[in-house]
């Protein structure tokens, strides 16, 4: 069976003259089964060592053991982001990042909605300006669309000049 196994390509660097990641870390002969080969290739030695640094060695092969194999890759995958957040914030891990990027998504939200209620606020006011149906473009209408735009009283929170100072509402 070995010799069937050995003619596989799904798990190359078992089989290969050159360790898999986990085995040459923990300096040890890797042999044709090894759990780590497939998920741990020796080109990514720092992927394992995160890995081994924050869940040990043996509860990952514990964990893959335990894992259906169509569902190792995915596992190893969140091990590794899992160990490298860790090792980033060691206090929050992945956490700490999910919550930031949920803060940034609440505050992009704020400022869409107030991006939107000043539109809606600008077509009413152009709406009510215009007798007719179609807007025709006067000077008179410019000048007004180039007050609101220089950052007037109409934008609320916008900070000046710059566009990239709009906080959103958010002091």
């Not at 930031?100 to 077509?123: G, S, W």
């Amino acid at each position: 069976m070995a010799s069937a196994a050995a003619g596989s390509s799904s798990s190359s660097s078992a089989y290969s003259n050159s360790p898999c990641a986990a085995c040459k870390f923990l300096r040890r002969k890797c042999l044709p089964d090894c759990i780590f080969a497939p998920y741990f290739p020796p080109e990514e030695p720092q992927k394992f060592a995160n890995v081994h640094k924050i869940f040990g060695a043996s509860n990952v092969s514990k964990l893959l053991n335990e894992v259906l194999p169509h569902q190792r890759e995915d596992a190893v995958n969140s091990l590794a982001y899992e160990a490298e957040a860790r090792l980033k914030d060691p206090v929050y891990g992945c956490v700490g990042a999910i919550s930031v990027l949920q803060r940034q998504v609440i505050r992009l939200q704020k400022e869409l909605d107030a991006t939107n209620a000043h539109l809606i606020r600008f077509a009413y006011t152009t709406s009510n300006n215009t007798s007719s149906s179609i807007i025709t473009p006067t000077t008179d209408h410019l000048n007004h669309h180039q007050d609101y735009s220089s950052g007037g009283a109409y934008y609320g929170n916008y900070n000046g000049g710059n566009y990239g100072s709009w906080n959103g509402g958010m002091n």
